[in-house]
């Protein structure tokens, strides 16, 4: 069993930046990709960041530019760096892992309002 626990989130306004935080404890070696979603109410979860083991990163078209993903594998923990942060990236962020199966975080809530 592999648990994450997000932090970072919270208000800020637009055009701001934050750093959402994610670390991995228990079963937490060999751990394979690692990433965020968001989701909205009613919405899908989506994908708005991925990074694999090796460093190759993907990202959403629409934080592309504005979000860079980090991960230190000594430390089992993600990173997500969010610049121009705009109204529409409120959501609940999610930070996942992949090993036997893929593991979610509990979230952490963002909210982009003046």
């Known amino acids: 069993q592999v648990q994450l626990a997000e932090s970072g989130g919270g208000l800020v306004q637009p055009g701001g930046s934050l750093r959402l935080s994610c670390v991995a404890s228990g079963s937490a070696f060999s751990i394979g990709d690692m990433g965020w979603y968001r989701q909205i109410p009613w919405k899908q979860r989506e994908l708005v960041a991925s990074i694999t083991g090796g460093g190759r990163t993907n990202y959403a078209d629409s934080v592309k530019g504005r979000s860079t993903i980090s991960r230190d594998n000594t430390k089992n923990t993600v990173s997500l760096q969010m610049n121009s942060l705009k109204a529409e990236d409120t959501a609940v962020y999610y930070c996942?892992?992949?090993?036997?199966?893929?593991?979610w975080g509990q979230g952490t809530e963002v909210t982009v309002s003046s």
């Open positions: 996942y892992a992949e090993k036997d199966r893929r593991y």
